[in-house]
């Protein structure tokens, strides 16, 4: 009786160990980039919103194929993840790989041979270690072709094996690997490889925004519109898309901007979705942070929210912004929790106005 009792004491200390290590296991991402062009410190970043901070970027040399910091980054990187730590002790860093910015045709060749694949994999372990990173995400923006799809897959499987065979090697918990990607897994007529994704990365970042924009749109749009039953331009096409694929849910995170796109209206008066514009209503491509925006409501801009294609806009005389703001970001991060996903991030928390849309996203997903 007394043994039988002990047993089944074992048996019950045994599966609550087995339930506490599942439920540590289990993770969600809240996450955000930080970019230090924008000009904001790393040290003022609020990480106790944050579950995940992407550091972004590291670049490729196209004459050796590695992954390298650039020297005015350099000691903002190394510092990093200590820096956000000590709001957050437990906050965990990854460093990223490329962006917009970067030039495409480097990351194709690279992902083309063996050999520079490996140069690039080995180099992306040591500058993620020496720089105390808990993980790597690749921004190639984008593949562009079917061999880029090919290649990009091939170099998730061997950077896998490589991050895996490290941990090994240094008996450290392996990296996480990630990258961030089109927003949906078949588009302009190309597949991401969701097989190679599914075994090799631990979740991807979708890229659900720059849907429209002055540049590419001359009426006004919602940048990021969650859904539209016109088009497949929208966040919710991209989830059931990559899901539909094979990609688990628990392995995609959704992206949102902390920005906006600015319109010049062609007549002050019509100022609702798909008013006809000028272009931009500000130099360059019409972006705008969220911080900026605030500055243009707070000058007497009027608000709405589109709750059909889940957007925000502002208007003020002929200057007309489309982005996303506390009610869209709140129905985003339902949408993702909803949907199963494992979590959601922004691009980029230094255009954040006094954290009021991380608080958002944080406070609507919870814990
Ligand atoms: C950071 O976020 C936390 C949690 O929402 C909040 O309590 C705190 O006031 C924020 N800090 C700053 C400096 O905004
Ligand atoms: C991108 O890189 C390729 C190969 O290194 C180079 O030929 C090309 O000029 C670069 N393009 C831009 C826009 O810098
Ligand atoms: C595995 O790690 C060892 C020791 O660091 C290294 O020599 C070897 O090249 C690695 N193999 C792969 C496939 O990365
Ligand atoms: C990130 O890597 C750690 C350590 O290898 C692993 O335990 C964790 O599950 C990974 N995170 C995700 C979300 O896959
Ligand atoms: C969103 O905008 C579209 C296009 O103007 C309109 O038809 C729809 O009624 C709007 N939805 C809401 C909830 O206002
Ligand atoms: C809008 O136009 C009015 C009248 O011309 C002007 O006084 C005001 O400053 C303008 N507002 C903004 C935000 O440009």
Redo the contacts with the bound molecule.
């Keep these: 009786m007394a043994s039988k009792t002990s047993i089944l004491c074992l048996l019950f200390s045994l599966l609550s160990l087995l339930q506490l290590h599942r439920s540590t296991a289990q993770t969600m991402v809240k996450g955000g980039y930080w970019f230090p062009a924008s000009g904001f410190p790393a040290s003022s970043i609020n990480s106790t919103l944050f579950t995940h901070l992407f550091c972004a970027f590291a670049d490729l040399d196209p004459s050796t194929n590695k992954v390298t910091i650039s020297s005015q980054n350099a000691n903002a990187f190394s510092t990093f993840t200590t820096t956000v730590q000590q709001k957050n002790p437990s906050v965990k860093t990854l460093l990223s790989i490329g962006g917009g910015s970067s030039n495409m045709t480097q990351y194709s060749s690279m992902a083309s041979q063996a050999s520079s694949r490996k140069a690039f994999i080995d180099s992306s372990i040591t500058v993620a270690r020496s720089n105390g990173f808990y993980g790597l995400d690749l921004d190639w923006e984008y593949p562009t072709t079917t061999t880029d799809m090919t290649n990009f897959g091939t170099l998730l499987t061997e950077w896998r094996a490589a991050v895996a065979n490290e941990s090994r090697n240094s008996g450290k918990a392996a990296l996480n690997l990630t990258a961030a990607v089109y927003y949906a897994s078949r588009i302009y007529g190309l597949s991401y490889s969701v097989s190679s994704i599914s075994a090799s990365l631990d979740w991807i970042n979708a890229m659900a925004y720059d849907f429209y924009g002055p540049g590419w749109s001359q009426v006004t749009r919602l940048p990021a519109q969650l859904y539209d039953p016109g088009s497949q331009y929208n966040g919710d096409y991209g989830v059931v898309d990559w899901i539909q694929a094979g990609l688990s849910a628990k392995k995609i995170v959704l992206g949102f901007p902390f920005y906006g796109y600015a319109w010049r209206l062609v007549n002050a008066n019509n100022h609702g979705l798909f008013a006809a514009t000028s272009g931009a209503a500000t130099a360059g491509d019409g972006s705008m942070g969220y911080n900026q925006i605030r500055q243009?409501i707070a000058?007497?801009?009027t608000k709405a929210y589109n709750s059909t294609y889940v957007g925000d806009y502002c208007y003020?005389?002929t200057?007309w912004i489309g982005y996303d703001d506390t009610p869209t970001i709140s129905t985003k991060v339902s949408y993702a929790k909803g949907k199963g996903l494992l979590g959601y991030f922004a691009w980029h928390v230094g255009v954040d106005y006094n954290w009021v849309l991380s608080q958002t996203a944080s406070q609507t997903w919870g814990s």
């Design positions: 243009v000058n007497g801009a003020v005389n200057t």
